[in-house]
Antibody
Framework: EVQLVESGGGLVQPGGSLRLSCAAS????????MNWVRQAPGKGLEWVSY????????YYADSVKGRFTIFRDNVKNSLYLQMNSLRDEDTAVYYC????????????????????WGQGTTVTVSS | QSALTQPASVSGSPGQSITISCTGT?????????VSWYQQHPGKAPKLLIY???KRPSGVANRFSGSKSGNTASLTISGLQAEDEADYYC???????????FGTGTEVTVL
């Protein structure tokens, strides 16, 4: 069974740091790009960050650029999100999410969206 | 990067068809066939319904269909069922420095 399990959420003060982890199983993790997506309480989905299968391509939402770092360990089948300088507005459920896209023979990547989601981990930034 | 625009709510009776719109720009919805749709029930993770504008993953009912015209994508739910009551989000690849942008979300109510 394909599964993503997040951990590491919790309560942190503004300006603090937190590292989220995502354990993947049931598929060949090293061949998939991955994403983090968050959802503030009562709000919609917000894409946060993307990392390619080899970690060679990384993108961030403008709202987290310079504060968050996405990285992965393909040996441990794990995805991470290091969150620094946290703000009240970072309070949300954070989802680890597998990208459905793939590279064709010419190296072109098809951004097909997200096909597998974890159950989410809650981050609360508050004093 | 601004969120794609969706109606806040749509409702219909069981058996009816409803359509949810998703409006973006030429930098996202209009420029690429990388539109996807997600269903989210309260307290649950989103579920992929449609990708590549109109393709359904295996296991998704054929009552769900997607289309696109210009800068606006649409999700149609035919034969509306009680279990379809949920929040729906569109998403698109964007040519900005980010990768994906989500829609504002639509709450579907089955009357």
């Amino acid at each position: 069974e394909v599964q993503l399990v997040e951990s590491g959420g919790g309560l942190v003060q503004p300006g603090g740091s937190l590292r989220l982890s995502c354990a993947a199983s049931g598929f060949t993790f090293s061949t998939y790009s991955m994403n983090w997506v968050r959802q503030a309480p009562g709000k919609g989905l917000e894409w946060v960050s993307y990392i390619s299968s080899s970690s060679s391509t990384i993108y961030y939402a403008d709202s987290v650029k310079g504060r968050f770092t996405i990285f992965r360990d393909n040996v441990k089948n794990s995805l991470y999100l290091q969150m620094n300088s946290l703000r009240d507005e970072d309070t949300a459920v954070y989802y680890c999410a597998r990208d459905k896209g793939y590279y064709d023979s010419n190296g072109y990547y098809y951004y097909y969206g997200i096909d597998v989601w974890g159950q989410g981990t809650t981050v609360t930034v508050s004093s | 990067q601004s969120a794609l625009t969706q109606p806040a709510s749509v409702s219909g009776s069981p058996g009816q068809s409803i359509t949810i719109s998703c409006t973006g720009t030429s930098s996202d919805v209009g420029g690429y066939n990388y539109v996807s749709w997600y269903q989210q029930h309260p307290g649950k993770a989103p579920k992929l319904l449609i990708y590549d504008v109109s393709k359904r993953p295996s296991g998704v009912a054929n009552r769900f269909s997607g289309s696109k015209s210009g800068n606006t994508a649409s999700l149609t739910i035919s034969g509306l069922q009680a279990e379809d009551e949920a929040d729906y989000y569109c998403s698109s690849f964007t040519s900005s420095s980010t990768v994906y942008v989500f829609g504002t979300g639509t709450e579907v109510t089955v009357l």
